[in-house]
C-alpha cells in the first residue's frame, strides 16, 4: 500500500491510500510537484483500490466504482475543495511578465491551455493553467504551477506554430487523453496582478475591448472556480476587481495575445 499527499497552496489537502504504483503516477501527471510523501495536517483521507482493473474509491461516506481512479480523485478533489480565506479561486490561467501577472479567464475548452502553453514557450513565466490564486488584499497571484495538460487539437495547433512543448507525456486514461508538460520558466513568487483578459477564439478577429463596469462585474462573478456566497464583502472585492484593467480578447492569432502583453 502507498500512501501520498496532494498538497496543494491554499486549500483542502488530501491523503491518498492505493495499492496501485500506476495511479500515483497518473497523479502525478495530473498535479505535479504538488504530490508529495509529506503528510499534511488536516489532510482528507481517500482510498483507491485496484482490483481486477476496476477501483474501488472511498471518500468520507461515499464509495464509487470506476475505471479510472485518477479521475475518480479528481472529481472528489474538485467538489470538495474549500480555499483558504485569504485567496479569491478563478477558473483561469495565467503568465508572468516583468514582474506583472496577466489573467486569462474563460470556460473551459476554451483554449486557455493552448494560449498558456504558446505564452510560456514564447518567453513569458508561468503562473498556473486552471486555478488563479489571487490575494484577496495585494492582488498579487500566488503560483500554482500544476504540470499544462493540453488536448491533441491543441497540441497540433502548437506544432503548426513550431512552439510545440520539446518533450511531454501523455495521459491516456479511460476516460480522456492529455499530453502533459511543466514549463521551464515556472515563476516562483507572487506577482503583482495587471491586466485581466477576457478571451474567446475566433476564425478572424484579433481584437482588445475595454469592457464597462456592468459586464465586469458580470463576467467576475461568473469566474470562480469555486462557488462563493454573494454577500456584501463578496460583493465588494468584486467591485475591487472590477476597478482593475480588465478587457475582452478576442484572437485568432495567439501572437496577438503576446504582443497585448508586451505592449502594456
Excluded at 461568473?222 to 484593467?245: E, Q
Aim: proline share 4%; aromatic share 10%; net charge negative.
Amino acid at each position: 500500500m502507498e500512501q501520498v499527499t496532494l498538497n496543494l497552496p491554499f486549500q483542502t489537502s488530501f491523503q491518498i491510500s492505493t495499492n496501485s504504483k500506476e495511479l500515483v503516477g497518473m497523479l502525478k501527471l495530473k498535479y505535479g510537484k504538488y504530490v508529495t510523501t509529506t503528510a499534511a495536517e488536516n489532510a482528507k483521507h481517500i482510498s483507491a483500490l485496484k482490483n481486477d482493473g476496476i477501483y474501488q474509491v472511498a471518500f468520507e461516506d461515499m464509495n464509487v466504482t470506476d475505471e479510472s481512479g485518477a479521475f475518480a480523485i479528481d472529481e472528489i478533489v474538485a467538489n470538495n475543495t474549500v480555499y483558504d480565506e485569504a485567496v479569491f479561486a478563478l477558473h483561469g490561467a495565467a503568465v508572468e511578465h516583468r514582474g506583472k501577472a496577466y489573467l486569462f479567464l474563460a470556460s473551459t475548452t476554451s483554449g486557455k491551455s493552448t494560449l498558456t502553453s504558446f505564452l510560456t514557450t514564447s518567453g513569458f513565466g508561468y503562473l498556473t493553467d486552471d486555478c488563479i490564486l489571487l490575494d484577496r488584499t495585494s492582488f498579487c497571484v500566488y503560483p500554482f504551477t500544476t504540470p499544462i495538460h493540453l488536448r491533441e487539437g491543441g497540441l497540433n495547433v502548437l506544432k503548426r506554430l513550431n512552439s510545440a512543448p520539446k518533450s511531454f507525456e501523455v495521459i491516456d486514461d479511460e476516460k480522456f487523453e492529455r499530453f502533459v508538460y511543466t514549463p521551464s520558466n515556472c515563476v516562483t513568487r507572487p506577482a503583482e496582478l495587471d491586466k485581466i483578459f477576457f478571451i474567446a477564439r475566433t476564425e478572424q478577429e484579433n481584437s482588445l475591448n475595454q469592457m464597462d463596469t456592468i459586464s465586469r462585474m458580470t463576467a467576475l462573478m461568473k469566474a470562480p472556480i469555486t462557488p462563493y456566497p454573494v454577500t456584501p464583502d463578496y460583493l465588494k472585492f468584486i467591485s475591487k476587481l472590477a476597478a482593475k484593467n480588465c478587457f475582452a480578447l478576442n484572437y485568432c492569432d495567439m501572437a496577438f495575445a503576446a504582443e497585448v502583453i508586451q505592449n502594456g
